[in-house]
């Protein structure tokens, strides 16, 4: 085996992959079984390393899963050693199974990981080309695994505290485990308190409302405007067209302030109306320009043909326009539910009756030292889960919606 660029960056690749396969598992077994689990880092590294060297030892071509199940093993037994077979600081008889599962996933995933990223690299000189291949699929997939634990990881927080009792995080805070022999009744009993004690269904409610109105507002407002910039021909158009986002360069928290005091005056303040004038004035700038952008890429030919049968304007935008437009204003409408359904500083400006709350405003509200710290995160979960849904299912429209006006326009 030539000792080179190839097999220097191999043995790097896999002592990173290491590093950070055993950082993630450490903290996941100390969430998960309440032990302080401190991971020895070298451990990882070192089986990391020699998890790469052995994938390394062989040319790409002559690679088989015999050599893939020997750098798994190569890993395990590494990561041991050099622990003294405590790899999480913990004796292995203490949740011994949990450990060694921890382990092999450790070792599964550092062994998947070197072999997506030394696949094709050799281990002796590489050329500049492969060089830069390896550091870009390194960088690639570390940056994922990180940014994806960092999302996972509140989220996971988040739920767990919320199925947890009271006694039990005072007794450890870190430990997240769940008992599921205690029953679906013990288990859920935070949201059961959220929505007869906490008044959450209501809360939930008027959020429903106030998004889906701001929704329908903001479209009867941006579509015949969008239609208007993309089509028409008026003085002031270009001007009108390339300052639609302006609005945005003004933070929100400096129109708080003035809007308060003439929503008091108005008696507007502690209204859900004021809320549906403060939300699409927010909203319908960008769908504006979302609009815009999608209708003059839509082809002129349609409309004029429709012109020419003797539809009006507004028969040609219902009956030509829209329908073709339904991608776009599928996205539209999910991002602007989305910006009314998490706003949070307006509602907590606006609002101090807890019979309008919104649920972002509600949420707050539990963030007291008189209600338990599982009912908060329920309520998290609560604001949180609908919209998740919502974006994961809707998802395609928003990408396509967002990236259609990008073309033309």
Known sequence: MRIGTGLLLGLLSGLLWGLLAVSIAGISLTLVTGLSATPIVLSGALGGTASAAVIMSRMPANRTPGLYLVSFAAMIIVMMLVSFGAPFSLPFSEHSATQAFGVGIIALAVTFANKACLIDI??????????????????????????????????????????????????????????????????????????????????????????????????????????????????????????????????MIVLVIP????????????????????????????????????FRG?????????????????????KITLPLALPALASVSLYVFMIAWNEFLFAFMFLDNPDIFTLSRGVVSLNSSEVPRQHLMAGAVVATVPILVIFLWFERFLVQGLTAGSVKG
Request: proline share 4%.
């Open 122 to 251: 050799e281990s002796g000189m590489l050329k500049r080309y492969k060089v830069d291949l390896l550091i870009v699929r390194v960088l690639k997939g570390l940056g994922f695994v990180f940014f994806t634990v960092i999302v996972i990881l509140p989220f996971y927080v988040m739920v767990m505290t919320s199925l947890k009792n009271q006694q039990d995080l005072f007794v450890n805070p870190l430990d997240l485990s769940i008992d599921l022999t205690q029953g679906a009744s013990s288990l859920f009993d935070s949201y059961v308190e959220l929505f007869t004690k906490f008044n959450f269904g209501r809360f939930l409610l008027i959020s429903t409302i106030v998004s889906v109105s701001t929704v329908i507002i903001t479209l009867a407002f941006s579509i015949p405007g969008a239609y208007a910039v993309a089509r028409l021909k008026f003085p002031g158009q270009t001007v009108l067209s390339s300052s639609i986002l302006l609005i945005y360069l003004v933070p």
């Open 298 to 318: 839509l082809p002129a030919e349609l409309e004029e043909a429709g012109l020419m049968d003797g539809l009006s304007r507004l028969g040609v935008i219902w």
């Open 259 to 294: 809007l308060y005091a003439v929503f008091s005056q108005l008696g507007l303040r502690n209204t859900i109306l004021g809320l549906l004038i403060v939300y699409p004035a927010t909203t319908v700038p960008v769908a504006l320009y979302m609009l815009q952008g999608y």
